[in-house]
């Protein structure tokens, strides 16, 4: 849509000007050679907005955030792997409130400029030991970007990042990202974690909406397990290092920076999709003519969801029946008799009845890395897309064996 | 609660009076060995009801059922395995309306009086032929039950059946009833089959309430794997042939019917969880404490459906965490410090913190074949319990490599 945003090549969070970064191996994760815990720390003080997790147990950090971020302003996110922090009582909100004041006097800022994120085990208390040593030995620089996305990686096999350019009167505007996933991954409100940075000189009300929308159409659109966690958290700081007027509600250029982020959050979702837990494939559920938006982001996302789906997508069965069988349990309005169901493109189902198609066509549709599943409900206007993977052996293997 | 409600020994549908069933190897089902159709036939007109699936896409069985049973009166049920008959549009609809008539015709009844049950793969003709065929050879008797039991399984591993009786005023009323389940069961309104008969004299509207009451305490609290079928069906037959005042509101038996009822119920559903595809373990979750029975269905039923849960259990790692974050998720009313949480006998979970709880003795709940999950809420008084089982590598197999 907007062909003048451009990804940065090997771009990532402080890809954006003004944005430093640095993380270190704090001995948090029981694997000592992973970096677990890191700072991304912005120069200026920055316009703050975030979408949190809609469990009703929320971690001590999600509690903390939730706090710091009344005035709309933030500075700096700590954020370690390793232990979640969540279900660890008044301790947990302490040692929450002792990482912002570390970081903060570190960097000579006030504690309530610092958001604190965690992810790991539920239920263990924070080592602070070795979290006080790890905040010390935090060096900030300007690509420490990618260290930072390995420091939140908990089952994730690869780091998520990127960064988008786009230029509006002469002026060029930057959005960078981070993101983990990989299980108990079926955000409500935002994901596990992600962290991103603009230097758009963004009002804190209009980033909050512009925000909000683009986590609506990315990270809430996805689904590896159907288990939303309690300290799912996306933040974006806007520091305004572009310079420029304020971006706000009616700024030529809000479309342009809405559409710059949503296409940071759309890759960020895909790219947890595509490191879900014991993945094999990547799947796309895209749902058009639904009675309503809403409808069809319903649809979508719980055909995504289904396990009946996901496990016949891994074995590349197109056991078909059971995308119309999610589809009924969506809870979106639908007549068997005006859909059609499309797998890459086979016409599978239309008007009420299945269709005589080819199925060795459709078992390669399957058998590829990316799936794309296509529903037209024929009622509306309604459209929206989901992602997610298939569920494998080596998901339950990874949720059974392991502590996550 | 009933101690006058006694379990019949080997008991089955056709242990109640006046029941009779058969079953035949149509060869619906590609495995030719298999008992795939068969009949459950009362020797006198019954009260009929039944609870139908929510999923949007239902299957033509269901809608002849919902049709057939709007005079409350049914005789007897026709049930094939292999081919749900669901989104096979008008002609599934004729094939479902033939085979009530044949049936009809065969026992000398109104197509009306016939119900028809479908299950197994979403989206295939049914093969008529073979079901004329099979419907015509089928021979009734008092000891069909258990052959009856067999011809709806699909991915199931045992028959599940059970007969219970009690005594009023001398008389002997008999409750007797047969399931399937496996996969594709996560029950909105009822389980994937389940045919319940009685002799009690009990009238249409008293039976249509006490089957909606006994299926929410029971198939309405089990899942397996979250996805709710096309094809979910309960129902139960009451040919009144034990005799006595109609049963209805306000009788003084009422009460000790809708408890035998529910037994049934609750042991069907118990047994389609002991027998979920690839499970190894049984799990229980209650919830008590909840701010109301809604709160407290909700809350056991999302920690039961949860797959972080599921997979915990089937690595026997007591990672409470994700049964906390489950609770969350559901959408009771919670306070974190108010709740408490055990598995078996180990507390591990109270006033807003983890417990100092021995491991070991946590390890030992899990590697049992049972295991039990409990959670006070302290809020109020509402209760409920919800039932499943763990999620193995073997569901993924099951799921994948094979049609189901």
Known sequence: MHEDICTIPGGHVTSVPGFLAGAVRAGIKENVDKLDLGILYSQRP???????????????????????????????????SGCANACTGEGGLRDAREMAELTA???????????????????????????????????????????????????????KQIAVRFVWQGRQYTIGGIAKGAGMIHPQ???????????????SGFLGAALRQAVDASFNMISIDGDTSTNDMVVVLANGAAGGEPLAEGHPAAGRFLAALTQVCVYLAQAICRDGEGATKFIQV????AASEADARRAAREIVRSLAVKTAVYGS???????????????????????????????????GCPLDY??????????????????????????????????TEEYVRLNSAYRT
Request: aromatic share 4%.
């Open 317 to 351: 069965d197109p056991n078909w029946g059971r995308i119309l069988a999610a589809l009924g349990n969506s809870g979106a309005e639908m007549i068997e008799e005006n859909t059609t169901l499309y797998l890459g493109e086979c016409c599978l189902y239309r008007g």
């Open 286 to 289: 895209r749902v058009e003519g």
């Open 189 to 203: 409100m935002a994901t596990m974690l992600s962290f991103l940075a603009t230097d758009a000189p963004a009002e």
């Open 358 to 391: 080819d199925e060795s066509a459709a078992r390669a549709v399957l058998a590829g890395a990316e799936v794309d599943i296509r529903v037209d409900l024929g009622l509306g206007d309604g459209a929206a897309t989901a992602w997610g993977c298939d569920i």
């Open 105 to 159: 006097a570190k960097l000579g800022l006030r504690p309530e400029d610092v958001l604190v994120a965690s992810t790991g085990v539920i239920g263990c208390p924070m080592p602070m030991e070795r979290v006080r040593a790890a905040i010390r030995d935090v060096v900030l620089s300007a690509d420490g970007g990618d260290g930072l996305a390995r420091a939140i990686m908990t089952t994730d096999t690869v780091p």
């Open 46 to 80: 920055c316009a703050a907005a975030a979408v949190f997790t809609s469990n009703r147990v929320k971690a001590a950090p999600i509690v903390l955030c939730q706090k710091h971020l009344a005035d709309g302003r933030a500075q700096v996110v700590v954020a370690n």
